[in-house]
């Protein structure tokens, strides 16, 4: 494994939630975020003049529960919504769901295990208490995603995502880095799954550094084992 480089002096940070600041959950509301984390992220935020952002699929309100009492920049639903430093916020117009509610929500009456997750902007179907299902999934989600213009699926870890096409966090990297405290420094962004290869691409191609949690192919060129390395990646900058 290939050691990450010195942090620069003048960095921007930028981190996914689930399976980078904290671990994979079988349900979204169960994930536990160590109490360190959250002081952490502030010490690093202070240690880099602001220029720090959460970048998740979960909506914005979800982070800054579990990451109270940081509240920071943020990008939630994969871009769909973002809070900038100064505490402005930019939205994309969600794509009308509605119609493509009843047949999901069918799929779940019929299987407990899986859970709909309906977003403001996005609909999310996790399977990771039915792997088995995957496929079922997929389907209904394909039907779903034919239903609603403009709008593409993303498959992430035991989850199927719907969501707006202008929505990734690759222009939501890209956005923040136009901004202050961000524009001039350089970009790091840690995450774990296939969503996160667009803000890969985008911080490589201004010239920063992309670190890819766990197993699996990515283009990132540095790459830590787990949830617990970025941890002690974070406490280890802000002793």
Known sequence: MTPLPPPPFEG???????????????????????PCV???????????????????GRPV?????????????????HGAERRRADGSWERIAPPDLAAVLPPLQALVQAHPALILEV??????????????????CLAAMQAAQAGVPATVLLKGKMVIELKSTLADKGRA????????????????????????????EAVQRLGGVAVKVGAGASVARFRLPDPAAVRAWLLERTR
């Open 119 to 136: 977003k403001s902007a996005a609909l999310a179907l996790h399977y990771r208490r039915a792997p088995s299902l995957a496929a079922d």
């Open 61 to 77: 309100a979800q982070i800054d529960q579990h990451l109270h009492p940081a509240l920071l920049a943020a990008a939630g639903q």
């Open 38 to 56: 959250a002081q952490a992220l502030l010490s690093l935020q202070r240690g880099c003049a602001g220029a720090l952002a959460v970048v998740s």
């Open 173 to 200: 990297l890209q956005a923040f880095m136009t901004e202050a405290p961000f524009c001039g420094r350089e970009p790091w962004f840690f995450g774990d799954d296939v969503t996160d290869e667009a803000g890969f």
């Open 12 to 34: 921007a940070y930028f981190f996914d939630f689930d399976g980078t600041l904290v671990d994979i959950a079988d349900q979204p509301e169960a994930v536990q975020v160590q």
